[in-house]
């Protein structure tokens, strides 16, 4: 009996705390009120109700086959970080000669602008472009491709005339360098290892990130490649 009457006595604390917490979270946490949190960044007058994240990526460890796998990756690593920028700004110069072509409404004044840009272009960094080497060269037209979503040769094209597009083309094929190259990850490994090194980059903060225009996603092609890729394993 005693313990009957120990065990009805707990038993009746846990159910009158139960029914006294229920009730108060009932006060302090009605079911029928949502609770929204905003919040403003300084200098915004907009209130969010959430914060958009930059994607985050996960990164495998790299392992090669020999030496010499290893040694060309290395290789197209370097070449790559050496002509992303040339790319990244081309992008830029894209955007602002056609942000400022907007605003002219004469053809004939849009050409002479846009002789103007490619002549400063041209002068600021022709020298150093002449010293890439052919596959330094094809990396950098690629990348154009990624940036800008037009080829090297279709932005001549635009720029000039289409006669100089074709002999900037045939002359680009003497040291098998193509124009019209586009970037490719999808569909070849080469441009996937370019597109993975940019992406470690970005996150090691070696470069400045600027998201490509072309429709993939990089990590459903980290998927895709990973089991073809010797260069790629997680």
Known sequence: MFRSAILGVFLMIWFLGFSQETEKDSILFPKDTVEDY?????????LLSSIELDEVYIFGKLEFADKNERLR??????????VYPYAKLAAERLVELNDSLQHITKKRHQKKYTKKVQKYIEEEFSGELKKLTRTEGQILVKLIHRQTGETAFDLVKELRSGWRAFWYNT?????????KEEFLPEQVLED?????????????NQLVRQKSV??????????KWKSKSPTSKN
Do not use: C, H, P
């Open 73 to 82: 990756y290395l290789i197209l690593r370097r070449k790559t970080l050496k």
């Open 192 to 204: 996937y290892l370019i597109e993975d090194i940019l992406q470690r980059a970005f996150s090691a």
């Open 38 to 46: 905003y919040v403003r960044f300084e200098g915004d007058s907009i």
């Open 171 to 179: 002359t680009a094929s003497m040291f098998k360098i193509s124009l």
């Open 214 to 223: 072309l429709d993939y996603d990089y990590a459903q092609l980290t998927n």
